[in-house]
């Protein structure tokens, strides 16, 4: 019988995913099923007890459900815990277990994919929400100093607060970069979606830095802003979607993709 699998989130239309693991099933040569499922805004936990009912072996949980997700798993993953948010669940025995392949994808895609090595570098994450939150942790494991800017500083005064004595991550306020440079820029705000660009100042990157948006589908003004600025290299979220679905597809399936084919394809 064919394995079924799907991604929640609203709206979920222009999700990448359903082609994403239906390239990495066909190249392993898995029997399963990957849809798009909307989930209403205040239906994500019946839609996960349907799926569940209905013996789906588990889902991606996005946009505006990875906390939703966090708080109604029965088990958690340290990555999960670490950032209070789930992007992958797997049903197992009755129970729903959840873990978050996120900040192992950001990872991924600069140090494999990009060839950045982290360790030792400064790094600025701009924006203090879920999608900041998500990949912190991992960035701070890499052996990296971080800055958190934000535009209300409380909310990454409460993020770095987690760090506390490691003397390694910061709340800045976007006020106080000016002078400050980065080997690593990684925008995590969502001014994206509104074609909208973070107070940033001039001469922020180091010479061969990496401007990173976890936006991907189109050139975002952060990205403008960041080659214009004379970034050595600019990407967007798209290689960190790829790398955080082969993770699940690994946990799911017992076999890590090929990553390159799936990315090259999809920029084509
Ligand atoms: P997500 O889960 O995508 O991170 P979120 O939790 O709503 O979404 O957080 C959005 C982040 O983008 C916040 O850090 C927000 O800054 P504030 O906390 O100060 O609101 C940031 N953000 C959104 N629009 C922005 C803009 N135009 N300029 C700068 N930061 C912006």
Not at 37 to 43: N, R, S
Not at 175 to 180: N, T
Not at 209 to 237: C, H, I, N, S, W
């Amino acid at each position: 019988m064919t394995d079924k699998y799907a991604v929640i989130g609203n709206p979920i239309s222009h999700s990448k995913s359903p082609l994403i693991h239906s390239l990495f099933a066909a190249q392993t040569g898995q029997d399963m099923s990957y849809e798009a499922i909307e989930a209403p805004l205040d239906g994500f936990a019946a839609t996960i007890q349907r799926l569940r009912s209905e013996g789906y072996k588990g889902c991606n949980v996005t946009v505006p459900f990875k906390f939703e997700a966090y708080q109604l798993c029965d088990e958690l993953a340290p990555r999960a815990r670490d950032a209070k948010a789930v992007n992958t669940i797997v049903f197992r025995d009755g129970k729903i277990l959840g873990t978050n392949t996120d900040g192992a994808g950001l990872l991924n895609d600069i140090q494999n994919n990009l060839g950045v090595k982290l360790m030792w570098k400064d790094a600025l994450l701009l924006g203090a929400g879920g999608a900041a939150a998500g990949v912190l942790w991992p960035l701070f494991n890499a052996g990296i100093g971080i800055d958190i800017a934000n535009r209300t500083i409380e909310k990454a005064q409460l993020l770095a607060d987690e760090f506390k004595g490691s003397g390694t991550v910061y709340a800045r306020r976007y006020d106080e970069l000016a002078g400050r440079k980065y080997d690593l820029v990684i925008n995590a705000t969502s001014s994206g979606l509104k074609d909208d660009l973070p107070p940033l100042p001039d001469g922020l990157f180091k010479p061969g830095a990496l401007a990173y948006d976890m936006m991907y589908g189109r050139e975002t003004p952060f990205m403008a802003y960041a080659r214009k600025q004379g970034a050595a290299l600019v990407a967007d979220g798209l290689g960190m979607l790829v790398e955080q679905a082969a993770d699940a597809f690994l946990l799911w399936r017992g076999v890590r993709p090929d990553t390159r084919p799936v990315l090259e394809k999809l920029r084509t």
